[in-house]
């Protein structure tokens, strides 16, 4: 599996955009990008996936860089309940989780 | 989304007793399912994975006589912890992959927390 590097933590704004990014140099062309979260003692939650192209759903963008080698999880407007760890997952098929970003929304 | 659920949420026992986590897919087939587990401020880790009717793959350090993996029908799946010691306390989370709407994802359920005493 694509290893993949995230900035530990990142504080926003409640209100504004988070752009969470990831890199993932050593993607393979069969590997997705996935994006999950979890608050505090929950079990993750998915958020968004994609393999080239941009993706939007109701929770978030995915911004993937055209050589796929990085990608931005976008929050277009942050509140208090986003405040969470953000994993940045490579995969042909399967969640392996490394440390992911600890992003903080603040008031 | 998918619902994946866990039972118990948390659960305590003495040392040396066993106990048995059930997860199961509410709303689809789950033709893979996954336990991980993840000690305080650290990430999930892959403990093994299991596809219906097959012996369950653990991932390299995981002792398979320890955690018992059954899973048995296409929405259940049960992680029992054998002989269980306080360095087994941890939180125990599972995942089911399986057709959902036409989507292949994976999804999580709750998490159950142990504490071995």
């Known amino acids: 599996d694509a290893k993949t590097t995230q900035p530990p933590s990142m504080d926003c704004a409640e209100g504004r955009a988070a752009n969470l990014p990831c890199n993932h140099s050593?993607?393979?062309?069969?590997?997705?990008v996935y994006w999950y979260r979890q608050i505090h003692s929950q079990g993750p939650q998915y958020i968004i996936h994609?393999?080239?192209y941009n993706e939007t759903n109701e929770m978030a963008s995915l911004i993937i860089t055209e050589d796929r080698k990085s990608s931005t999880l976008i929050l277009p407007h942050a509140t208090l309940r986003d405040t969470a760890v953000y994993y940045c997952?490579?995969?042909?098929?399967?969640?392996?989780f490394g440390a992911g970003t600890r992003l903080t929304v603040k008031p | 989304g998918a619902v994946v659920s866990q039972h118990p949420s948390w659960v305590i026992c003495k040392s040396g007793t066993s106990v048995k986590i059930e997860c199961r897919s509410l709303?689809?087939?789950?033709?893979?399912m996954f336990w991980y587990r993840q000690f305080p401020k650290q990430s999930l880790m892959l403990m093994a994975t299991?596809?219906?009717?097959?012996?369950?793959?653990?991932e390299q350090g995981v002792e398979k006589d320890k955690f018992l993996i059954n899973h048995a029908s296409l929405t259940l799946s049960t992680l029992t912890v054998t002989s269980a010691h306080p360095e087994d306390s941890s939180f125990y989370i599972c995942?089911?992959?399986?057709?959902?709407?036409?989507?292949?994802?994976?999804?999580f359920g709750p998490g159950t927390r142990l504490t071995v005493t």
């Open positions: 299991s596809n219906e009717g097959s012996k369950a793959t653990y």
């Open positions: 995942s089911a992959r399986g057709d959902f709407r036409g989507k292949g994802e994976q999804y």
């Open positions: 050593t993607i393979s062309g069969n590997e997705y």
């Open positions: 997952i490579v995969s042909p098929g399967y969640m392996r």
């Open positions: 994609g393999l080239k």
């Open positions: 709303d689809f087939q789950a033709t893979t």
